[in-house]
Structure formats: structure tokens, C-alpha cells
């Protein structure tokens, strides 16, 4: 049986493709990995991640929920994500399938080498097990990393194609000792829509999960708010509507 080291962000994507390593895949255990790179929304990120990770430890699956500091990241980057001080623009409905424009929001929100480190924190897990089950018994322990990257709005980030993802995998194999770990993106070519409808089928609680990109605020009940005029906020009412599903969440606007 396979194992795996899971990257989640809390988001609709990475939240479903964890359902989907453990429902589907059935891979036990699963080490899941939150990374604080400085992002705006760590808090209501992590709230959602440790969310999930209950639901399925309260169901029988073998999660265990761990964060990274790779904060210094932040220095770097010169994504809004990153940018506590500068207020993230409203993007019209009309923008969010234009491709001219998705081209002109890229560099809004590209984090430097964001996926590739990771892609590499989940590998240095990956090797970590196999390396130290080896030493000890001779046996290797084979972790696979997953991460809920899939296509956004019109125009691809090319860290977040399948060329991306190959040529991770390439990596793997002269970047490790023993090689043999797999880099996969299960929703890779999976409509937003499509994953919302995934989610609930595998029984996601959309609840907690969060995808706006300024972290707005939180409720009495202290649950996060999507501030609901950010891109990441409109493609997630948009996909809600066209899955037909209700979306628990609550939004600002």
C-alpha cells in the first residue's frame, strides 16, 4: 500500500485532492503539510487544513496535519498574496474569463518558485520515511506527494501544467537517493465546477474550506469570510453555481 505526504492550502482544490488521496486512492498514511510562504490568509488557510484533517481522522483515515515555516519567502515575492499592506483589487465578472486580462492578473499573484518548494518540502518528507525505514531495516518506505494544483481562469500558470509536473518527476529521480517517488496532481485538468462536484461527492465540507486571497475577516462563530470580489473569490461562486451546489461559506459581498 502506498502512502503519501499530501501539500494543502485549505483550498476547494487541495482540500478535495485530499479526500481524494484518502477515499480514492486509499493511500494510508497521509502526512499533510500546510506551508506558511508569508501569504496574507495563512490563518484562515491553516483553520480550514486542520479542519479537514479532523473530518477524516473522526471517519478512520490515518492523517496527521504538520505546518512548515517557509515565511522568508515573503522577502521575495512580489505577489499581492504576500503584500499585508496593499489592498487586493476587485476583479469584475466580466474579467475572470478574459484571457487578456487573466495574463495582466498572472503577476498579481505569482509567488516566486512557490509550487517547485512545495513540490521539494514534500519530496524531503517523501525521502525522510524511505531513507530512515531503509537505515534501520533494510526495507524501503515509499511515500508519494500530492498537491491540488489544477488549471485557474483562462490562462494556465506554468506551474500548474502537466509539463510542470513532469519535469518534477524527472527531478525526482536525480534529486533523490533511491528515486521511485511520485508527483501527482490528481485535479490537474479538472474544471473548478468539476472539483466542487468531486468534493461533494467525497464528502468535502466546503465549509472548510477558503479561497479568497486577502483574508477577510471572521465570524462570531469563528469561521473565515471570503471578501467575495477578489478573482479567486468570483471562480468560486461561479463554480458553486454551475455544480449546483450550495457553498456554506460565508462571503463579505
Not at 6 to 34: E, H, Q
Not at 100 to 111: F, N, S, T, V, Y
Request: proline share 4%.
Amino acid at each position: 500500500m502506498r502512502k503519501a505526504v499530501v501539500m494543502c492550502s485549505g483550498g476547494v482544490d487541495s482540500v478535495t485532492t485530499l479526500y481524494f488521496v484518502a477515499k480514492v486512492i486509499r493511500a494510508n498514511p497521509i502526512l499533510v503539510i500546510n506551508a506558511d510562504y508569508g501569504q496574507r490568509m495563512v490563518k484562515e488557510e491553516r483553520w480550514c487544513v486542520k479542519k479537514a484533517v479532523e473530518d477524516l481522522e473522526t471517519q478512520g483515515f490515518k492523517a496527521t496535519y504538520k505546518e512548515i515555516d517557509i515565511s522568508w519567502m515573503k522577502e521575495l515575492s512580489t505577489s499581492l498574496l504576500v503584500k499585508d499592506d496593499v489592498p487586493v483589487p476587485e476583479t469584475p465578472k466580466e474579467d475572470i474569463w478574459d484571457a487578456g486580462k487573466a495574463r495582466e492578473r498572472i503577476l498579481r499573484w505569482w509567488d516566486v518558485v512557490r509550487n517547485t518548494m512545495l513540490l521539494t518540502i514534500g519530496l524531503a518528507h517523501a525521502e525522510h520515511f524511505d531513507l530512515d525505514s531503509y537505515i534501520k531495516t533494510k526495507e524501503r518506505d515509499i511515500y508519494d506527494v500530492y498537491i491540488g494544483i489544477r488549471r485557474e481562469g483562462p490562462v494556465m500558470m506554468k506551474d500548474n501544467t502537466p509539463e510542470f509536473v513532469a519535469e518534477m518527476n524527472r527531478l525526482v529521480e536525480h534529486a533523490t537517493h533511491f528515486g521511485g517517488y511520485k508527483i501527482s496532481a490528481p485535479l490537474l485538468e479538472v474544471d473548478k465546477d468539476g472539483t466542487v462536484a468531486l468534493g461533494k461527492a467525497l464528502g468535502v465540507n466546503f465549509l472548510y474550506t477558503y479561497s479568497c486571497y486577502q483574508g477577510w475577516d471572521w465570524t462570531e462563530k469563528g469561521e473565515p469570510v471570503h471578501c467575495g470580489f477578489c478573482s479567486n473569490c468570483r471562480r468560486r461562486k461561479e463554480a458553486f453555481t454551475l455544480a449546483g451546489i450550495q457553498d456554506p461559506s460565508k462571503y463579505a459581498r
